[in-house]
């Protein structure tokens, strides 16, 4: 699918509301008002909505714990989002998961687990059924530099390949797992060159750029989606905050941050300038959207604040699967 | 209706529902390899010569993949049947089994399940600390999974229908020397456990108890070979004039406590017999359970009689010291009955 204007601004759309999500759950959490710490994908929107973009509805997304953007882009209900952040009833997981476990299957959304290296072979699971189904459906694992390094998915990566699964690997290289550089834990320049000992195509990216992202992640779906197998996407990018709330990132190296922390890097300001350059969108509209995102955003807030507390009856209740749950 | 050993009516099971249910599919290590073994003990042997390789995966040696292959594939609407071999390799899928997998349905409000059964050969057979433990304690403390353990064919058959029905993932206890004394892969010492299975369908509910023998003097529960031990010290019991009332939990999550209290309030009396080590057992619980709820119904201590804390050893002498024998579950009823 070749991008039109209305899909640019619509990515443009998704990765400003994350942003501005992010940036409001920070506001509220240093006010108080936030019940939960956070995990900002600050600096990294373009990669969860370059590779959500490019997925189906039905494709299954398998991600973790910094996770907005591609939640968002999968269709996943701002409200309900919203709600789940403040531990509602009326969150997508009803209070019980809290961001690091959201889910809503009706856009291809697993429940996300705060495990890492279990979306890895989640995924191939999922992908083992599409193929034994042969379904034209196929499943994404999203994770971080530090979750690359787990053993499982190393057996997943192994075996995705062994089967030809129609997954896609995307590693989203912020450079940090929570505090420790991914130099210090990897013996390669790039950690989608470990993909090659598995004689699985790689690539590394810039995960800054919505558009490389999109394209890379595009033709590597289409791939897995016509039975040729796997691939390993290594988006490079990085966290701008910290790893949670009350991490003050002083451990990183000023001149790498500043390298990355620009006007020049950042995903969204990129991609504003593209729009304005090809007159896709005026100043004027520009300043439009942002607006209607900020009013969208409060508009989940004052949902979330006022939405009901699960009832302490039910506090045992679904440890158990039923049907009549869903 | 066919007699049937356990190891049959297991495969019985799996067969019946794989052709009922095109989402039901095997994986595991060495169980569809062409001209090969059928699983470590067997029991998948003629399943990929009916459903092919699609259906019955051969994995690598990779615990953590297969426990993530069963999720995924669960969450995309199938139902996986995992061979994990030997239950002591549990730990090197613990993340996806007690992290993961029995956690999906509270995590996401009740939204999804994670149908998916996981057979696990457990019990002492000469193999040592890494290949022979019981495990029981371990899982039976994981909210959001079942757990059964059944001790004949009929159960068997019943219980792995079941257990492949359920919307939740299902650990099958299934004791390597209870898998039958005939077949191609027969442990020394196995007991017999056939039994007439009928050839229609039926299921055991998992959570229900049974009562394997009536009696009046003495409630004793006991699992897995320990059905069978307790058993054979009944009727030597029986000769002297007491009689043991057993009952075979066959789920140890969730458990029939129901089934043990109605005993217990008859017999006034009450051992529990399990092949886990003592402390922290699922007898522990049971024990607990009891004194809640029939604490003035007893007349003498409850007793368990288990395998002491301790690794399990691979020299016979020990490992036969160790594991409740029929004499010294005699002994300790005996013991009991008299006070």
């Known amino acids: 699918m070749t991008l ?32 939960a710490s956070i995990h900002q994908s600050h600096g990294q929107e373009a990669c969860g909505v370059g590779v959500g973009y490019s997925l189906r509805k039905e494709d299954m997304l398998f991600t973790s714990h910094r996770n907005i953007s591609h939640l968002l882009t999968k269709g996943l209900d701002l409200k309900a989002l919203m709600a789940e952040q403040f531990f509602k009833e009326t969150g997508c997981s009803k209070g019980r998961g809290g961001t690091i476990h959201i889910n ?21 699971g999922a992908a083992t059924a599409f193929q034994i189904k042969k379904s034209e459906n196929i499943a994404v694992a999203v994770f ?22 129609p997954v896609v ?95 020049e890097r950042d995903p969204i300001k990129r991609m504003e300038r593209h729009l304005l350059k090809e007159a896709i969108l005026t100043p004027e509209g520009l300043d439009k959207k942002q607006a209607e995102i900020e009013e969208k955003i409060e508009e989940a807030v004052r949902f979330a604040i006022s939405s009901p507390d699960p009832s302490i009856e039910d506090a045992t209740l679904y440890n158990y699967y039923e049907r009549v749950n869903k | 209706m066919a007699e049937m050993t356990i190891g049959e009516a ?34 998948n042997q003629g399943m990929v010569e009916e459903f092919g390789h699609e259906r019955i995966i051969d994995t690598p040696i990779a615990e953590y993949l297969m426990g993530g292959l069963c999720i995924g594939s669960a969450l995309a609407g199938m139902r996986p049947i995992c061979d994990v071999q030997y239950g002591d390799f549990l730990f090197n899928m613990a993340s996806p089994i007690f992290n993961e997998a029995p956690k999906i349905s509270y995590m996401s409000g009740g939204k999804m399940g994670v149908p998916m059964v996981l057979r696990m050969p457990v019990g002492s057979t000469g193999r040592g600390g890494q ?38 993932p299902v650990v099958v206890l ?31 509910p998992i959570g229900k108890g049974r009562i394997r023998r009536e009696g009046t003097h003495i ?72 004194a809640e709820n029939c604490l003035y119904d007893l007349d003498a201590p409850v007793k368990r009689v288990t395998v002491p804390d301790t690794i399990l050893p691979c020299a016979k002498n020990l490992e036969s010291f160790l594991v409740p024998s029929v004499e010294r579950i005699v002994q300790e009823i005996r013991s009991i009955v008299n006070l």
Request: proline share 2%; charged share 25%.
């Open chain 2, 10 to 43: 297991l495969r019985k099971a799996m067969v019946d529902e794989m052709r009922l249910d095109e989402n039901v599919f095997c994986l595991g290590q060495d169980i569809g390899i062409d001209k090969g073994w059928g699983g470590a003990f067997g029991i």
């Open chain 1, 104 to 124: 809503d299957m009706s856009v291809g959304i697993p429940v996300t687990h705060g495990i890492l290296g279990a979306a890895a072979v989640h995924a191939c």
């Open chain 1, 144 to 165: 971080g530099d530090g979750a690359s390094n787990e053993g499982a998915t190393y057996e997943a990566l192994n075996w995705a390949q062994v089967r030809k699964l």
């Open chain 2, 174 to 204: 299934e004791h390597k020397l209870l898998y039958g004394n005939k077949g191609v892969r027969v442990e020394k010492n196995a007991v017999s456990t056939v039994c007439d299975v009928p050839d229609g369908d039926y299921v055991v």
């Open chain 2, 131 to 168: 290949h022979a433990q019981s495990l029981e304690g371990f899982l039976v403390h994981t909210n959001g999974l079942k757990v059964i353990c059944p001790s004949d064919a009929y159960d068997a058959k019943g219980l792995m229908t079941a257990a492949i029905r359920d919307d939740n």
């Open chain 2, 219 to 290: 409630t004793v529960v006991a699992n897995l070979l320990m059905v069978y031990r307790v058993l054979e010290a009944a009727n030597v019991l029986a000769e002297e004039g007491i009689e043991v009332e057993l009952i075979d939990p066959r789920s140890l999550l969730p458990f029939d406590h129901e089934l043990v209290y109605e005993s217990v309030r008859k017999t006034h009396r009450l051992v529990i017999v399990h092949e886990d080590t003592l402390t922290n057992g699922w007898g522990a619980e049971v024990a607990a359970r009891a």
């Open chain 1, 169 to 263: 690997f995307v590693c989203e290289n912020n450079f940090y797992g929570a505090s420790t550089h991914v130099s210090k834990v990897n013996p390669v320049e790039h950690i989608a060159e470990k993909a090659k000992g598995f004689n699985m195509e790689y690539y590394t990216l810039d995960g800054n750029d919505v558009f490389a992202v999109y394209n890379a992640t595009k033709k590597a779906v289409d791939k897995a989606r016509a039975g040729n197998g796997p691939t390993f996407l290594e988006l490079e990018t990085y966290r701008i905050a910290g790893h949670s709330r009350s991490d003050s990132n002083s451990y990183r190296d000023k001149e790498e941050s500043d390298y990355w922390i620009s006007d």
């Open chain 1, 4 to 35: 039109g204007k209305n899909d640019l601004i619509r990515m443009y759309e998704l990765m400003y509301t994350t942003r501005v999500y992010e940036e409001k759950l920070y506001f509220m959490f240093l006010e108080g008002i936030l019940p």
